[in-house]
Nanobody
Framework: QVQLVESGGGLVQAGASLRLSCVAS??????MGWFRQAPGKEREFVAA???????TYYADSVKGRFTISRDNKNTVYLEMNSLKPEDTATYYC?????????????????WGQGTQVTVSS
C-alpha cells in the first residue's frame, strides 16, 4: 500500500488559484491522481499522471485550467487556476501500484484523507 497525505485546500473566490500537494510514502506507485467529491455526488476523476514518463490525463471539466505534475521524489501537485464555484468539493489524492489503462475510482488502491476546496462566487 501507499500512504498519501494531501494539503493545500482552502476557501477562495471564483477566478482564484490554489495548489494542492500530495506526499506519498510506502510502495512505489505506477500512477497517481486527483479525484473530487461534492456533497451528494459521486467521486469523480480530475487528473492523473503516470510516474514513469510523466504522461498526464485530465477530465474535460478541468482541461486548460488544472495542471497535474510531480517532482522527482514522492510528491504530486495539482495546480488549479480560474477556479469556479462548481469546483467546490473535497479533493482526494489517489495512487495505484499496478498498471491500468483507465482512471476510474476502482483503478486506484490507495487514498488520502481528502482536502476541502471551496470556491465562492
Amino acid at each position: 500500500q501507499v500512504q498519501l497525505v494531501e494539503s493545500g485546500g482552502g476557501l477562495v473566490q471564483a477566478g482564484a488559484s490554489l495548489r494542492l500537494s500530495c506526499v506519498a510514502s510506502g510502495r512505489t506507485s505506477s500512477a497517481m491522481g486527483w479525484f473530487r467529491q461534492a456533497p451528494g455526488k459521486e467521486r469523480e476523476f480530475v487528473a492523473a499522471i503516470r510516474w514513469s514518463g510523466g504522461r498526464t490525463y485530465y477530465a474535460d471539466s478541468v482541461k486548460g485550467r488544472f495542471t497535474i505534475s510531480r517532482d522527482n521524489k514522492n510528491t504530486v501537485y495539482l495546480e488549479m487556476n480560474s477556479l469556479k464555484p462548481e469546483d467546490t468539493a473535497t479533493y482526494y489524492c489517489a495512487a495505484r501500484t499496478y498498471d491500468s489503462g483507465s482512471f476510474a475510482v476502482s483503478d486506484f488502491n490507495s487514498w488520502g484523507q481528502g482536502t476541502q476546496v471551496t470556491v465562492s462566487s
